[in-house]
């Protein structure tokens, strides 16, 4: 969990995104709590995966983490009745802007999403969580968000429908279907196992470092290859439970201004 401790305070090791999310929350901003799977795991992942002893105590701090993220939440992971939602995410010391995966909604399965869309106000929000996970599932394996939003198009299209939130919770489960059926075009699997989708979501994070994309874009920017990512997993707030909530996005610079300082720009 983010607590003071100096000798973390080290971007290369947690990551500029842990770094500033430390930072924030020693600032007492309201952050969602989380752990971090330090850049440490990325440089000596062989010798975890091939030495048991290690692979089982790694093991063991991670659910250790998870136990800790429940007693702090009051939710479980895996529980139908109450879940804990992750984002799991990358954490370069350098930030890759969307070079590498991330997923959203890690804990949610077929079960789940549909005890979670029974209780109230939850209906349309659970759906539409379980589709996020589902896109994310996918384009970590390779398969273009263009599938994924082509289903959406068709969707507004055949109920004509302009916004995302004005579809019912009805008809977002059946659009839930079809992103399923994108999945099973690419023999995609999504995982069933709420504890084997936080440990593959984690080792698709290491894994893409090392895409294409990443790679080119730090020998573009000359980041070091040896420097790995380090593993945010951290509490999903729910932007989409009502039209008085949201997510975004702001940076303190915007681009249109040449002179130097702060000029927040976001969405």
Known sequence: LFTRNSRIENQVLLGSKAFFLKRMHQYEFPIPPGFVITTDLYRNRDIINTHPDISSEFDALLWDNLRKMENYTGLGFGDPQKPLLFSVRSGAPMSLPGAMDTFLNIGLTDEITLKLSQRPNYGW??????????????????????????????????????????????????????????LDIHSVTLEQDPYRQLYKSISHVLDSWN??????????????????TAVIIQKMVLGNISLDSGTGVLFTHAEWHKEPGIYLNGD
Request: net charge positive.
């Open 211 to 228: 895409t294409p994309r990443a790679r080119l874009y730090r020998s573009k920017l000359h980041i070091a290859e040896e420097w790995g």
């Open 125 to 182: 929000t659970a759906w539409d969580c379980y589709r996020r996970l589902i896109q994310s599932w996918g384009m970590a394996h390779g398969i273009s968000r263009d599938e994924f939003d082509q289903v959406m198009i068709l969707y507004k299209q055949r109920y004509e429908i302009k916004q995302k939130f004005q579809f019912s919770p009805i008809q977002m489960q059946e659009m839930v279907n079809d992103y399923k059926k994108v």
